[in-house]
């Protein structure tokens, strides 16, 4: 005689006229599922740190940023950058083409004076702009005047003319010469080797 545990006890019951039913496998988490979840949450906790990092996002520097602002007249796109530097100012179309205009003519060699740029940029004969985009455009180059003082007097100088030191600080400050101030007129002078 053989040992038959009671019903719902150890081993299971055969139903009537059948073999057990399949053993139910546990089931196992979807794998992909939680990997992109855990995806997901890494990437948005990278946010957050970025966000926090550059002054909570609200377009201002974070108090730590301690760079200098871009170079005024930039006229291309902004490089994305993880650093707190301000954006690029915007400028309408006009403001945009008289900057560029000013920074071509300030990098062709010739040393314009702050007037005498304005004049170029304003003539008719020069660029065209109005005297207020001119202005506009002087205002917004990065440019050492002193230094263009120097490369007009260098100019000046190698035209064969044959300048003194006054005759050439003369033409540099100037309204009919080159239109700097006395100073730069000076320095110009000076870098000139006079």
């Known amino acids: 005689m053989s ?33 992109v979840g855990g995806i997901f949450a890494l990437i948005v906790l990278i946010i957050i740190i970025v966000v926090v990092a550059n002054g909570g996002g609200n377009g201002t520097p974070s108090a730590s940023g301690g760079s200098t602002p871009p170079a005024a007249g930039g006229t291309t796109a902004p490089a994305v950058s993880t650093s707190s530097a301000p954006p ?53 180059v990065r440019v050492s005047w002193k230094h263009q003082a120097a490369i007009a007097a260098k100019g000046y100088a190698s035209d064969g003319e044959g300048f003194s030191y006054a005759g050439l600080v003369q033409q540099l400050e100037s309204p009919y010469g080159s239109d700097f101030t006395h100073s730069q007129a000076v320095y110009g002078a000076k870098a000139a080797g006079l």
């Not at 139903?15 to 139910?24: D, H, K, V």
């Not at 546990?26 to 794998?31: A, L």
């Open 88 to 140: 690029a100012p915007q400028y309408s179309a006009a403001q945009e083409q008289a900057v560029i205009a000013a920074q071509g003519y300030l990098s062709d060699g010739q040393g314009f004076s702050r007037k005498g740029l304005i004049q170029q940029l304003s003539s008719p004969d020069g660029s065209g702009f109005s005297k207020h985009l001119a202005d506009f455009a002087v205002d917004h």
């Open 3 to 35: 040992y038959q545990p009671p019903p719902g006890q150890g081993w299971p019951q055969q139903p009537q006229g059948g073999p057990l039913p399949a053993p139910q496998r546990p089931r196992k988490r979807h794998i992909l599922r939680n990997t």
